[in-house]
């Protein structure tokens, strides 16, 4: 009663907005109710959590509800073959001064809530709790006044079915049992298997009692294969309901996950595009500092050899003997001091653009190893892309591809572009799809270069080893 009670709030907290509160009113109720073996409760609690938590992108919280919701096998239809009459009939004739409090009436009025949550009509809530007060008390005739009123009010066939079985039992209990056989009959048109099982079951009740055991055994056959349909067929719209839930939940859970996966995989192109981007911004300053410290030279050479000429100048002016060869010298150093000067006109046209071009061997370089650092479409040629990649490597890698080549010369082309692609980050897998090979011809070329290297074992690891041992070298 007091889970009941919790969920009840916690479904007009939901209703108003106010959904953290009603989470909290629906732990509370799935807390008392653990004790309970009111399947019907768990079901709705479950369903609660699991809707509001999918409502707010808490999938896996939500398909964990949902299951447990799912596993319970069991659905709105099945609860009146299952249990008695809902709400609980005792909450109807409490008359004592003990019973008469405010917690009593919220239960009361919880329930009666919940009865409109699962389809039941609310115009007829409490003609119902007066037929139900009045067959607890034995008041048939009061009852059946009740019932003919009720059927007035009553819209839905389905509904009127139910009320024809009230009425059908309350004239059994009357001993009019012509009364009674005719209303079970139309109360038998209902749809519903579950319902037209559990008039099956009243009327084999009431053959049995009064000794038909011949009509009442044909009655319990009648209401055996209404059950069956009932558990196989039927009884599982709702939980495919439910399973349709889960199965949206876990497709948003899906999306989500691939979403932070493309994220994910963003940020690494761009962590590694700004790491290249800082990368050839360093080279880039380091070439323009030497080109600097190559003007610097320049002109002092270029001041040297014009002190020089006026010496040689001086000289020859002070010696007429000697002109002929110092003008030689003068002539020669004149060339020397223009070229310097040409030079130093080239740098700093150089440094005025404020730019630096690089070789179109170094581009191409540069743009096939973005290529295949982005893994996106990537195609690598042996026979063309094999000079630039190790001219990236030498020039990135501290001379990475010359040392290798010094240092293991028995090494193959193809064993030269294993080595090189692990060095810019490709496992073994990768290589395979890249070169167009089977996984197993990487692991035997790992396998030659080991050997080639004097490793023993020549696995994998040791592989990666000495690339690293390699690159720390220098």
């Known amino acids: ?176 049992y012509s009364k009674a056989d005719s209303l079970y009959a139309e109360a038998l048109k209902s749809s519903s298997t579950s319902f037209k099982a559990s008039v099956y079951k009243s009327i084999y009740l009431q053959l049995q009692a009064s000794g038909h055991a011949g009509e009442a055994y044909k009655m319990l056959q009648q209401y055996t294969r209404e059950l069956e349909m009932l558990y196989s067929s039927s009884a599982r719209a709702e939980l495919l309901e439910i399973e349709k839930q889960y199965d949206y939940a876990s497709l948003l859970s899906e999306n989500e996950r691939f979403r932070q996966q493309w994220i994910i995989a963003l940020l690494t192109t761009l962590s590694a595009i700004c790491s290249l981007s800082i990368l050839i911004w360093g080279i880039w300053k380091y070439h323009r500092k030497q080109k600097e410290e190559l003007l610097y030279t320049y002109k002092k050479q270029s001041y040297s050899l014009q002190t020089q000429i006026e010496m040689l100048q001086e000289q020859m002016e002070e010696s007429e003997g000697e002109t002929q060869s110092l003008q030689k010298q003068i002539h020669f150093l004149e060339n020397e001091k223009r070229e310097k000067d040409i030079r130093i006109h080239q740098l700093e046209v150089t440094f005025r653009a404020k730019k630096f071009t690089l070789s179109s061997e170094t581009a191409e370089a540069v743009q096939l190893y973005l290529h295949l650092v982005s893994r996106k479409g990537a195609n690598y040629h042996p026979a063309e892309d094999r000079i630039k990649l190790a001219h990236w490597l030498n020039i990135s890698r501290d001379q990475f591809a010359e040392r290798l080549s010094l240092q293991y010369p ?65």
């Not at 768990?42 to 919701?69: C, P, Q, S, V, W």
Request: hydrophobic content about 35%; proline content about 1%; charged content about 30%.
């Open 1 to 176: 009663m007091e889970a009941t009670s919790y969920l009840q709030q916690g479904y007009e907290s939901e209703y108003s907005n106010k959904d953290t509160q009603a989470l909290l009113y629906y732990k509370k109720a799935e807390q008392m109710a653990q004790t309970s073996n009111n399947r019907k409760l768990h079901f709705l609690i479950y369903t609660a959590i699991g809707k509001l938590n999918a409502k707010h992108a808490h999938y896996e919280i939500a398909m964990d509800y949902f299951r447990k919701a799912i596993d319970l096998k069991l659905s709105v239809p099945l609860w009146h073959t299952m249990t008695k009459h809902f709400p609980p009939r005792e909450l109807t004739w409490y008359k004592g001064d003990t019973y008469q409090t405010v917690l009593i009436k919220q239960y009361a009025e919880s329930l009666l809530r919940l009865i409109e949550r699962m389809d039941f009509t609310s115009q007829e809530t409490i003609e119902l709790q007066e037929i139900l007060r009045c067959k607890d008390e034995r008041e048939w005739i009061k009852a059946d006044s009740f019932i003919q009123e009720a059927i007035k009010h009553t819209a839905k066939f389905e509904h009127l079915c139910r009320l024809y079985a009230e009425q059908a039992e309350t004239y059994s209990r009357l001993r009019e």
């Open 410 to 474: 028995s090494l193959s082309y193809g064993e030269k572009d294993i080595c090189y692609l692990h060095a810019i980050g490709y496992s073994f897998d990768e290589m395979a799809d890249l070169l167009k090979i089977q996984t197993r011809s990487v692991d035997r070329s790992v396998y030659r270069i080991c050997r080639k290297m004097g490793l023993e074992q020549g696995n994998k690891d040791d592989f990666a080893n000495q690339l690293k041992s390699l690159n720390r070298q220098h």
